[in-house]
């Protein structure tokens, strides 16, 4: 059986980290946070996160509080545009 490689990218996570809440807007206490998962333990890729600020991450994670209505499609919206965006952002440096 073949094992699943997964991406690591510590660029694209401090990308992602200088980025504001694509909940709330914060620009403080970004964390990367993960659209797809595996369940617990299982590995995710890098490249798979949006920004979330702590308290909006945390909701996200808990599904209440102001960030209840963000979807895993909506979520997956997100992840398309800074995806987009850190790939232009790099053509550009």
């Not at 970004?30 to 909701?59: Q, W």
């Not at 909506?74 to 232009?88: I, P, R």
Request: aromatic residues 10%; charged residues 25%.
């Amino acid at each position: 059986m073949q094992k699943t490689k997964f991406i690591r990218d510590k660029k694209y996570l401090a990308f992602i980290r200088t980025e504001q809440c694509c909940v709330c807007g914060n620009t403080h206490d970004i964390e990367a946070h993960h659209v797809f998962t595996g369940g617990m333990g299982i590995k995710c890729n890098d490249t798979d996160t949006v920004p979330l600020c702590s308290r909006c991450h945390l909701s996200v994670h808990n599904k209440h509080g102001k960030s209840n209505n963000w979807t895993k499609e909506k979520l997956t919206f997100m992840l398309e545009y800074y995806q987009n965006k850190y790939l232009k952002r790099g053509k550009n440096d």
